[in-house]
């Protein structure tokens, strides 16, 4: 779990403004939502735009410089129980549809009730920024992994149930058999601790429910939306896979796990505590 320490919402209006470079023992994640702003490290620069995101690790020198007059953005500044685990360079966040909807989530908090910290408010702001957080360190290792994975998982976002490794090694010019081959030699290559698959139909199902998975979690979106959005013929036949690779079907899984409607509850959610 992390520990927030300050969040707000803060905007500039003059251009070449900046922050001496710094670095804290805390860290730091900041969310354009107008104009651009730069953020520099010791070894990168990178320019933010409406919409996305920079994630700072703690004791990482780092400074930003604002580049428009219309500047807006949220600055959120929090500790983490397990360090050893945490993000060692700054990165811009990974534009997937998870990180998409936790920071629409922050939007419409912070729009609706930006200076009403009550309890509950900021439990909930603390909530999406550990699950924002527990997210990034699984990217952290998509974003280091090989291309070939990178690619199956595009093929995911893109055609949800229908991608196969067919289609995946006619667009990238090669036979199935040379795929699964460089599939084997990448499983033997990934770091220790790392999860292994058999083949690349295992990976191809696991990565398929995982995002399932997030979005019944994260999302308000409908069980027929999800089945529609994912390719599935139906939601019967979308429910029977996620039952098959889970264990739930995907009401219950939503019922025991998700956080989709938190905004509306009277008191703070028992799962959430």
């Excluded at 860290?27 to 520099?40: A, F, N, P, T």
């Excluded at 990168?44 to 807006?72: C, R, Y």
């Excluded at 909530?127 to 280091?144: A, G, P, S």
């Excluded at 090694?169 to 036979?175: D, L, N, T, V």
Aim: aromatic share 12%; glycine share 4%.
């Amino acid at each position: 779990m992390i520990e927030l320490l300050y969040w707000g919402h803060g905007q500039n209006d003059k251009i070449g403004k900046y922050v001496h470079k710094h670095k804290h023992d805390f860290c730091q994640l900041e969310i354009i939502l107008c104009g651009s702003r730069k953020c520099q490290s010791d070894s990168k620069l990178f320019k933010l735009h409406q919409g996305e995101a920079v994630f700072i690790p703690m004791n990482v020198w780092h400074k930003f410089v604002d580049t428009s007059p219309d500047l807006e953005y949220f600055s959120f500044k929090f500790r983490v129980d397990d360090v050893d685990k945490m993000p060692r360079q700054i990165f811009k966040l990974p534009h997937d549809f998870l990180i998409d909807w936790i920071l629409d989530d922050f939007r419409r908090l912070a729009n609706n009730d930006m200076y009403n910290r009550s309890p509950l408010h900021l439990r909930l702001i603390t909530h999406l920024l550990d699950t924002l957080y527990r997210h990034l360190l699984l990217e952290k290792y998509i974003l280091q992994e090989p291309p070939l994975l990178t690619a199956m998982r595009q093929q995911i976002y893109r055609c949800g149930v229908m991608a196969n490794v067919s289609y995946i090694a006619e667009e990238m010019h090669i036979s199935t058999t040379r795929l699964r081959r460089e599939f084997k030699r990448v499983m033997k290559n990934l770091p220790p601790r790392t999860v292994y698959w058999e083949n690349p139909s295992d990976f191809l199902k696991h990565e398929l429910t995982r995002i399932i998975a997030a979005h019944l979690r994260e999302s308000q979106m409908s069980i027929g939306e999800l089945a529609e959005m994912f390719h599935f013929s139906n939601v019967y036949t979308f429910s029977r896979y996620f039952k098959v690779n889970t264990g739930y079907s995907p009401s219950v899984y939503r019922k025991k796990f998700g956080c989709a409607a938190i905004s509306d509850a009277e008191s703070f959610p028992e799962q959430l505590q």
